[in-house]
């Protein structure tokens, strides 16, 4: 994955001289698990760096594309698929 122009992509590319830290915080569903994955650079003064990656469970989700056919479904055997025409 490549970053499109914009303010990430500008920052992923700017010069770290003077940076002492840097953070990304992405938040996503792994497994129905709403995660926080915390990516940091800690920037030494010999021009070293030391990264981290962190994922912190946050709370449990539900399967959305699930739910909807669910849903669907449900629905195809309760309504009349005429009845809806009128609205």
């Known amino acids: 994955m490549s970053a499109e122009a914009g303010p990430l992509k500008s ?6 001289k003077g940076v002492v830290y840097q953070e990304l915080i992405t938040y ?3 497994k129905n698990m709403l995660t926080k994955e915390t990516v940091t650079r800690t920037f030494q ?3 070293n760096y ?8 946050l709370v449990e989700t539900v399967d959305h594309a699930k739910t909807v056919d669910d849903v ?9 698929p005429d009845s809806l025409d009128k609205y």
């Open 11 to 16: 920052a992923f590319e700017t010069d770290t």
């Open 28 to 30: 996503k569903v792994i």
């Open 45 to 47: 003064t010999d021009g």
């Open 50 to 57: 030391i990264d981290t990656v962190t994922h912190k469970p």
């Open 72 to 80: 669907l479904r449900s629905m195809k055997t309760t309504v009349n």
